[in-house]
């Protein structure tokens, strides 16, 4: 495979360095609708990564978060998310990276992801396994639910939050607990590094997952949607584990569906 890992790893940090820069002075905050924030960090990160993946790879496509990419002439085609975790860095809240996804005909095959508050690099390639700082992943071998942190999140683009809410309800009482950290990215890492057993969301954007999914599934986890059936990187949901508990947690949310009707 062409080493399309290096250039974006550069790209990635670049864009991490910036949000650091900017992260402490104040913000200028519009709506892109009520509660879905963004930032002059969020377009002067993507305008950058954007401009460096034109010059790097001319040929290929890119969907940017904010408006910014452009469709090539290749089945390659680049996910960028300047900055998951808009609405934590706009109120100051160190939980953020840069995501740098890359999928041949919707299949990711590369990824990169920048946690520039905590130095942490995440790599990976398809077939090849992934890494934090070069040290290889691994999914947690916990497979037992009630022994298990859990983590979700609840997009802004999303009007009712009645069903998650109930995954969260019914999740809290059933694990150690279940994280809502704001960066959806930063969460599918964190299943592959085995700090999480499992993660869910109801409506992701493929900018926000495309290289997270990657690092779970080359860490040796397990990625479907919350019914089991396969991911699909431009279908909404997205459920992620370290595989050892993904059917105990599949059976929950049917249970909480099936209490819904
Ligand atoms: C958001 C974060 C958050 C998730 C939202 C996403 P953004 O991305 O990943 O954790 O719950 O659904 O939209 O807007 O900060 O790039
Ligand atoms: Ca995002
Ligand atoms: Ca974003």
Redesign the pocket.
Known sequence: MENFLTPAVEIAREAGNLLCELFDRPHQISYKRPL???TEA?RRSEALITGRLRQQFPGHSIVA?EGGGHKGDSDYCWYV?????????AHHFPI?CVSLGLAFRNEVIAGVICDPTRQELYTAERGSGSFCNGKRLRVSKTDDLSESLLA???????ADHGLNLRYYFRFTQLSHGVR????????LCSVAAGRFEGFW?L???P??KAAGVLMVTEAGGRVTDLTGSPFMLLGDEIFASNGLVHEAMLQVFSDVMAQKR
Not at 82 to 89: A, E, S, Y
Not at 152 to 158: A, V
Not at 180 to 187: I, K, P, V, Y
């Open positions: 879905d924030l963004v969020d978060e998310d300047p900055l998951d975790g808009t609405t934590n860095f953020f979700t999140g609840f997009p802004p683009t999303s809502r950290a704001g960066s959806a990215a930063l969460d969301e409506k992701l954007n900018w926000d």
